[in-house]
């Protein structure tokens, strides 16, 4: 680590430089999140090429060599920078989620805004959080160094995808194409959130996730209550009682063998997380729970950080209009995902829970499952790397309380990537709070996120080089 | 019965009347069925009225004094004609369900045609056999002996109503201020089907309807299942655990009290259905069913006509899209009908299966329900009137075989109100075929329906009158 090479005078200009230069910084960021760059929608096809052609520019006015590259779907941007020994990729995503429903939104998701509230001020818009407002704190933390030392920290690569939103369909073909100047000695994420506010977060670990549809099929047509009212299996009877198989009385999954690959937190690691700030009646009251509902004998944190989940996502079938309708569908639909922990194998897992379904079918029923949803990994980081506690250090200089490596709930499949396409390992440190709405209407990033944000990407930067 | 007194011959003048008059009365037929009556969309309520007009002008060709009666929704055709001891009133409907989906008819619902098909030929169109094509059996019939007669076989009243399909809404207000002219010996309805392709049947029983539905609400909003999947509550699951509660691995209801008012069927109705035709392989085996799904220990008709029902027709919640949605959604919904037997009193009903969920609910959850939804009792005909026997005998000279006293799964309440409201029993004859795809895309009537239940109609009234 060079920093002390680098000296407190020069990181303390770079944080002058930062705090003098917010305004300017949260008017580009203004600019950023006013193009609609909305992935899953080809309507907003040319938005997106619009986002990334507004980054190549910024980045090249850093210095950096940028590039908006095409793919089948929306362009990767790739900027080289910097000189050195030591290499860092930073990887962020400039698409967003779409804004439906738009009602629910108090102004234009595309026209943001500073908005004074009372837990302070926030930046108001699709995408301030996720990712574009993350994104930028790292952008800034270089222009701010450049702006004092005339030069980026070392040599540093950006990678800027344009379809996390959607599925990351053009991501591992670019990656396997363009190995060579992606890999580099570790990847920065910020793309997380902090475990409470003010209290900073490195990701020790993420879920992986497996997606699952299936319909079950019954009679071969609809049919009148009435005059099969009795006789007739009803599929909406039938996936109930698969859907109430899936879990135990004690809220563990009843799939069989589903757990292989799931370890329990080690003890110092368990210890930690007790301490890490979690505010564990906030985070179940503020969404209506007076008690966590998972599985028996573990802790909330626990549940949501290193348990895995069968979770259902979407069922339906037979009417749904007002009123009445005296049907017994032909077919219903489950939607499934699971969240994997430790060791679990997608594929694996994949099979397990179908041949759970299947083998309670009753007699005169069938399923078909979609076969076009995908499955990722568990990522755990190697947090014994030199540079987690470098950044620990430098997360707690800045937010005056001790930096904490916690549990993600979510699944970023990027950091897993970069780690079997790549050989890469990533540290995923984010600034966005739990109620930064993200995908929801009236998403916000709080202007001090953004702020400590850049300052703390400078002193991790300052302590990496 | 003075079936004796009107003599062979003038039933015999009565059918050939009918035989030769086939073409015109397809024709009339035809002409209501172009008139697009569907009660439930308000586009559609000056078609309603162009309907009740219609079927007005008709009658009174026969010499009715024919009317049609405004309501707060539409309006009923109420017709007085003909005079004697003797006073038989006729219900029927005239309004249609809706034709959605559309694109699953083979020609415009409202275009109806005759179409030669491998079961013989069929008049094709919304409300062919629902219930258009039905009650003009009737007023055929009257047309066709007073062609013969010059004058109709008794005291007739017809009664049609328009929102039938809608839930009735101004039938029991209508019926109470109307109650003396409605009131007659005896009540006829059309709007019924055979057990079995050509053979004659009249419903001895007709199960009762109770409606219900549920909102199951968790997290107050919809939660991310990456940052809440494993604590939360999901309101998927619950609601899934909550429907597979209310069947036991019987397949019996397992609400408390749910058998409370049923009856077995005696032996020797048990043996009539045994033998009515009824073929149990091609009912089941249509449908793409090997076996009877319903309660252990009774029969496929037992099943379908004499024991209740706790049936979901709709149940839906979280992301019904393409692709994959990691939510936990905040409600679940659940539509029930339940069909009634014997001596079931609905609102008791009601209370039972609302305890029973509410008994079973996790904390955190809660349900609201939808107080809107209405029941009827089951009604169980006077089988032991004589018009029972005349009938039967009737029908079974038309159709060469013995007419069989039935069960009918399904519900038609306005026989119950005549006997509540107006003190009249009722006879449900109709000629309706199961594959009549009734409320379904290209619903059709039997050409031979439509004839011999016109003559069926003749042969009834010569030995009622």
Redesign the interface.
Known sequence: MSGEATGKTGLEAVLAGIDAALPAALDRLMELLRIPSISTDPAWKADCARAADWLVADLKSLGFTAESRPTPGHPMVVAHGGTGERHLLFYGHYDVQPVDPLNLWHRDPFDPVIEATAKGDVIRGRGSSDDKGQLMTFIEACRAWKAVHGTLPCRITIFLEGEEES?SPSLIPFMRDNAGELTADLALICDTSMVSPGVPSIAGQL?G?L?D?FTLH?????????????????P??E??????S??DDQGRVAVEGFYAGVHEVPADLKRQWESCGFDEAD??G??????????AGYS?LE??WA?P?L??????????GA???????AE??C?I?C?LVGDMDPDDLRRKVRAHVEARL???ARVTWDN??EGSPAAVMKTDRPEFEAARQALSDEWNREAVIVG????IPIAGFFKTILGMDAMLIGFAN?DDA???PNEKYDVQSFHKGIRSWARVLERLV
Chains 1, 2 share one sequence.
């Not at 993600?408 to 699944?411: A, H, N, R």
């Open positions: 599925g879920r996730m997606k549809e019954g009679p071969k047509i609809d049919l009148h209550s009435g005059h099969y009212g009795g006789p007739a299996l009803n909406l009877r996936i109930s009682k698969l859907v109430a899936f879990h985070y179940l503020s969404v209506g729970f007076t008690r966590a509902h998972g599985e909330t549940q949501q348990r989940t979770e259902i996502n979407g069922l339906w079938g037979g009417y749904q009123g009445s309708k005296t049907v017994i569908p219903a639909h939607k995902t969240r009753p007699k005169d076009n949803l993600m709930g979510g699944s739990d993200i995908h929801s």
